[in-house]
């Protein structure tokens, strides 16, 4: 390694003794005639020539060298090529012929400290700037000289540094000199492990360009930039190209259409509390704790293995904002150590093989050059990536049970094992209904749940919305939440979505404590989003573009919007096209479609643009780049709110009755034409029907009983396939599937009826929830939804409910449960045959299954808690990790069932056959087991305290490790 020390020996000699600075304001010709330097001058006039570019900045970085690090960024040289110029001056002078190995070392050492440099110029604290003073660079630059010198490097090792240089000796060896500087003046561990993790991940891109500008002079490497170097180098700036134009900008992109002034999420945001989940989703016990930190904790561990993160939150915690905010994050306090990427879940179009497959596909990817017919990305050992998956809730993929989502996520946690990236995902719990079980399984996870602000955070933010609108604003909005009932105060004015509305309207003189004087729970939610569209629609009303147009009045302006929603709803994507959206207004005698026709006979851009005009609100906004032509809500939540209030107006149409009250204006046609209109996309979320039912109760017109039974009707007929076998001519699916084809929406005819039959049910089963959920004297029987029909009935069909189950799975195994599963409380199942059927976490609370036969079904992770399931036969179901308790189990038949971990606490399982039951781990405390039969069971480790045992068989059950009741003996 002579080349080393020889190359930082000149560097400290003999290169100090040339007049660098004569020469940069003089040039050469000007000190040739001064005697021994001139003559030296003059010798080495050629190879001052080659650093001609750096002459006014060679001084200062020979005086860096002398220097502690800091200097590096503050100097702001372009260190890597004045240093490999004197490498090509010094190689020249010696005559030296440098082996492969020792030009590797110095032009590693070069860009190791390049990389040095660029991490240094990072955002740092003052204590830190001052810890990193008292290191200096030749100090550093000897001892990694040491280091190397007493570990001579292979070519094979040499080799690696140049194709993965994290993972090689080389990077070890600078790595171990770099971490113990930091260790002596003593930096913080995890930020000392950090920095050096920066600094050695930024060598490469560096290492390569040093290698293009050694180019020929340095001929042992030239090899090396022939074979691949170039298409490196383009690599990493394709990267930085990345980082500049999409992750850079994504916190000061403007929050919906704040312009005077202007706000943007980096002048509201408040990092948020998140509470640690275990793998069921149960909190682990552990306090909040901040969400950068929890998530910088992952990417700083030393382990091995790092975790998948993986957030969950309800809609408008402010999941997508943390992604934006933490991607800059990343780039800025992680850079070179992990490069974020920022993928939206509901433009993931195709599931492939596996991710890496999936990803290069993405659309959200498809511009991007690093990745764009790179099929190896991921798989380059020099560059760790953050792959940010935002929405996992919004991945809808035909075809696919659960709608790809257990699929997907099987591929996210495979790729993480396997893999040096790091991945987190985000998205709302409820779309884990159907897959929890996965999620248990999964041990590579870390799960955490956004929690709501607490009064600190909230003052945060207020304190920023201060700066931007006055002290008096602030404290007026402050008097006006404490004014506010406790839902509104305590709880809704915790969300940053809803706390940003509500501060939004209270600017505008739009609210008064008043409005919120009744409403509890998702009820005043809804006001806040009824006045917000109020006061949007008004400010559109006053907009003189919307009034020459022709559209002034509020509730034709409404009708856009509501039908843009259920155009986005449909699309299964964040987006809807703007075809569609006129699609909906031909033939109708709103003034819209009257503008959209004298539209068409100019052009069709004139034509966009006047929806264009209607749309662009406070809650859309017209897509973008590829996206031209749609129309796009800003926050989910929007879309869905507005789509029930479709809804609501529909569900009001379908019952109202013509001027004598004796027919529904709607005939059965129109009502079953509307139905497959719009319900036949791919299912109601919980989310839709919450903020549906909840209008309903406010309406003057809303009729339940006549309601219930125009669907119930339906419901049976679908249930014969009348709809999807009647001729052409007379075809609902049909004419739907059609509809949705012109508009380029994905969805076949099957696909159309099931899901219009499905959402029918869901409809029912929901008027059934709520009728079951009132007081007796409240309670209509006309209300009370058999999907198998009466048992006394003449439509009772003890099989119905299992035929549609397998119908709706033609499309994918776990559709029915993926669309229905969450819906499905106090549903009424009694005697119906479900043998070997998949219900695995479907919420079936409070339901009544008596009778019923589910041998061999698969219930793991469902929940049955407050269930009736007396009688019922559940022999060899798969009831591991369900939730029983309260359950009433008496004289159930649960021969072979696999009850592991299951939660049976409280449960009847009185005279219930349990024998061969498999409930290890189960949670058996205070259940009445009295008269039960659980010969042979496994009851190892079971929790059995407070349970009841009077008259059980236990003969042969295996009782290790499990807790029995006090007193207990066998």
Known sequence: MGLLQGFWNFLSTDVRDFPWGEVAQQGIEAVKTTSEVGKAIKEQAPHIKQLKPHLKQIEPFLETINSPITQLAVSGLPFLSIGISFVKIYLSLSKEEPSFESSVVLVSQLAYLQSLEEVIKGNHDEETQKKLEKIWLQKLVKRQLNKITAQELSQSEAKAATSRFPESSLAQQFNSVLQEQLDQIELDSTLSQRFVNQVCWGTHQFLHQAIAEAGDEVSVLADVYRTGGKAIQDRYDSINTYLQEHIQPLPHEQVFDETEPRITFLDLYVSLDVQPLDQSGDPTGQQPINIHKW???????????????????????????????????????????????????????????????????????????????????????????????????????????????????????????????????????????????????????????????????????????????????????????????????????????????????????????????????????????????????EKQRDDENIRLAGVEDLEDLHDVLKEAALCVVQSGNETAKLSMVKQRFKNTSNPVAEILKQAEDTTKTSEDKVLNNLLTTFYIKPGEG??????????????????????????????????????????????????????????????????????????????????????????????????????????????????????????????????????????????????????????????????CGKRESTDFKTHRFLQILQYSDCLGPGTFTRLIGSHSRYANLSDTYLSGTYLSNANLSSANLDGANLDGAYLDGTNLSGANLSGAYFDGAYLDGANLSNANLSNAYLSGAYLDVANLSGANLSGANLSGANLSGANLSGANLSGAYLSGAYLDGANLSGAYLDGANLSGANLSGAIMPQGFTS
């Not at 509901?346 to 492939?352: A, E, F, G, H, S």
Request: with cysteine; net charge negative.
């Open 295 to 537: 998530a910088k904790n992952i990417l700083d561990s030393n382990d091995e293995q790092r975790k998948l993160m993986f957030i969950e939150g309800e809609a408008g915690r402010g999941k997508s904002v943390f992604c934006r905010m933490f991607a800059d994050l990343v780039r800025q306090d992680y850079q070179f150590s992990f490069v974020p990427i920022l993928i939206r879940l509901r433009r993931l179009q195709v599931l492939k093989n596996n991710l890496t497959e999936t990803l290069e596909d993405s659309p959200e990817l498809e511009q991007v050059r690093f990745i764009r017919g790179n099929n190896a990305w991921l798989a380059d050992p020099n560059t760790r990536f953050l792959i940010i998956l935002d929405g996992f809730d919004e991945l809808l993929l035909e075809g696919r049970d659960s709608g790809g989502l257990k699929e997907f996520l099987q591929q996210v946690a495979a790729f993480q094992n396997e893999s040096n990236h790091q991945c987190l995902i985000t998205g709302r719990p409820l779309a884990l209904q159907g897959i929890a079980q996965l999620i248990t399984q999964t041990k590579n996870l870390q799960r955490v749940k956004i929690q709501p602000m607490n009064d600190h955070l909230r003052s945060d933010w207020l304190g920023k919305w201060r700066r931007k609108f006055g002290n008096q604003e602030v404290t007026e909005f402050e008097n006006f939440l404490a004014a506010c009932p406790e839902e509104i105060h305590n709880n809704l004015a915790r969300e940053p979505l809803v706390l940003y509305l509500l501060a939004r309207l209270h600017r505008e003189g739009r609210l008064q404590s008043a409005m919120f004087a009744k409403a509890e729970g998702i009820a005043a939610k809804l006001c806040i989003y009824r006045e917000s569209i109020k006061w949007v629609l």
């Open 626 to 787: 590829d996206k031209r032509g749609s129309v796009e809500f800003a926050h989910k939540s929007f879309g869905e709110f507005l789509f029930a209030e479709r809804l609501q107006s529909a569900i009001e149409d379908w019952t109202r009755l013509d001027h004598r009250g004796r027919r529904f204006v709607l005939d059965d046609r129109q009502f079953h034409e509307q139905l497959y209109d719009l319900l036949g996309y791919g299912g109601l979320s919980v989310e839709i029907v919450d903020y549906l039912m909840e209008l309903l109760k406010t309406s003057n017109q809303y009729q339940p009983i006549p309601l219930f039974q125009r669907l119930h009707e339906f419901y049976l007929n679908w249930c014969e396939g009348e709809f999807i076998d009647s001729s052409p001519a007379e075809n609902l699916p049909q004419k739907k599937f059609l509809q949705l084809q012109s508009v380029n929406i994905n969805s076949g005819l099957r696909q159309v009826d099931v899901f219009t039959g499905l959402n029918v049910l869901i409809l029912l089963l929901r008027l059934h929830s709520d009728n079951q959920q009132k007081p007796k004297s409240e309670a209509c029987d006309e209300l009370i939804f058999y999907p």
